[in-house]
């Protein structure tokens, strides 16, 4: 299993960045996919989901909004779409997959992409 983040970067207060997280190793399809964020001293906490049976994404209410959360089953990738980016928004950001299909419930995390909001 692996989970590769991208699009992370430094800017502006205002601005917009997309993130994606390319996962291979595993079926995709079978997979719920969120992304979390973390700051230094602090939990990790959840941004989005987006599950494998459709239905409405789930955001975390800071995030509502400004964030959006999407999945290409043909190109094995979730993506984090972040708009109206406040200084606040300023952490890693985390793909995660998790399954109970085949199993218990289990899941798997990325690297990590550093995200930075600042003028």
């Known amino acids: 299993v692996q989970l590769v983040e991208s699009g992370g970067g430094l800017v502006r207060p205002g601005g917009s960045l997309r993130l994606s997280c390319a996962a291979s190793g595993f079926t995709f399809s079978n997979y719920d996919m969120s992304w979390y964020r973390q700051v230094p001293g602090k939990e990790r906490e959840l941004v989005a989901t987006?599950?494998?049976?459709?239905?409405?994404?789930n955001y975390a209410d800071s995030m509502k909004g400004r964030f959006t959360i999407s999945r290409d089953s043909a190109k094995n990738t979730v993506y984090l779409q972040m708009n109206s980016l406040k200084p606040e928004d300023t952490a890693v950001y985390f793909c995660?997959?998790?399954?109970?299909?085949?199993?218990?419930?289990?899941?798997?995390w990325g690297q990590g992409t550093q995200v930075t909001v600042s003028s």
């Open positions: 987006i599950r494998t049976a459709g239905g409405s994404p």
């Open positions: 995660y997959a998790e399954t109970d299909w085949l199993g218990p419930r289990r899941g798997y």
